[in-house]
């Protein structure tokens, strides 16, 4: 690779992964446009691994609660906020680590193509519109039960059809049980967190019997640039989504959907 594509691609990473814009249809219209060949497993471990370190450091003090949470749901106590948010984390990471591990393989051969991409791009893009609009916005993180949980768990399991975007579809789903924007996105950015660290733990087991050279400074630069970039976006989204909403990334998701049709169809 070269560091002109190491950088960009860690740059869009980090902008797209929390975002809810969708990763994946970046990702391919990226490389599309600059001709670019497919980064490779090793640089997918290290972007995912900075993105991980920067939603762990943004929400440093809501996982410690988790933390605490576990260890009392350990010790028979779940009357407590913290107990019940972190089983409701754990049951909210069951759906997609198990469509992960049932469907990813099928997934990436079947429904990679640009026009699945722009179909969930622009689905979506209408779905989280109308939840912006139309949800009640009255119920905070600490409100969230077994049902809410296990709903939009089941949401981020949908982000493994490529277009999705695992924040945007959580979101969309915490907004219409009815959360207020900005709780809708903690709790999304919360529930991401044990599913990115299983992903990362997955393609690194990959990684480990690959048999191509490894270019670690590269890595190491990819990861540190996707960290960078993903806290901004993190801090960017939790800043706009509680004062403006959803709507200007629903247009945006519509937009792309477009370009993705004119640069594969039109040029390609």
């Not at 622009?122 to 119920?139: P, Q």
């Not at 999705?164 to 969309?172: D, E, F, K």
Request: aromatic letters at 8%; a neutral charge; charged letters at 15%.
């Amino acid at each position: 690779m070269s560091w002109l594509q190491v950088v960009v691609l860690a740059i869009v990473q980090g902008l797209t992964e929390f975002l809810p814009i969708s990763s994946s249809g970046h990702l391919v219209l990226v490389p599309k446009l600059f001709g670019w060949a497919d980064q490779g497993l090793a640089y997918d471990v290290a972007v995912h691994f900075g993105s991980l370190g920067a939603v762990v450091l943004f929400f440093r003090s809501d996982i410690a609660s988790l933390f605490r949470g576990s260890l009392q749901v350990l010790h028979a106590r779940v009357e407590t906020i913290e107990a019940r948010l972190a089983l409701g984390i754990a049951l909210g990471t069951i759906p997609a680590a198990v469509a992960g591990l049932l469907l990813a393989g099928w997934i990436e051969e079947h429904l990679r193509s640009p026009m699945v991409i722009v179909v969930t791009l622009a689905g979506y893009a209408i779905l989280m519109a109308v939840a912006d609009r139309y949800g009640r916005r009255t119920r905070e993180i600490a409100s969230i039960g077994i049902r809410d949980a296990f709903l939009i768990g089941c949401a981020q399991a949908l982000a493994l059809v490529p277009g999705t975007s695992r924040s945007g579809v959580t979101i969309t789903t915490g907004l219409a049980l009815g959360l207020e924007r900005q709780d809708a996105a903690r709790f999304s950015f919360l529930l991401v967190v044990p599913v990115i660290l299983l992903a990362s733990i997955y393609e690194f087991t990959g990684l480990l019997e690959a048999t191509e050279p490894v270019d670690w400074l590269q890595l190491g630069v990819a990861a540190l640039i996707s960290a960078v970039v993903s806290y901004l976006s993190i801090d960017f989204l939790m800043r706009f989504v509680t004062r403006i909403g959803l709507v200007p990334f629903a247009a945006y998701r519509l937009l792309l959907a477009g370009v993705i049709i004119v640069i594969h169809y039109g040029l390609g």
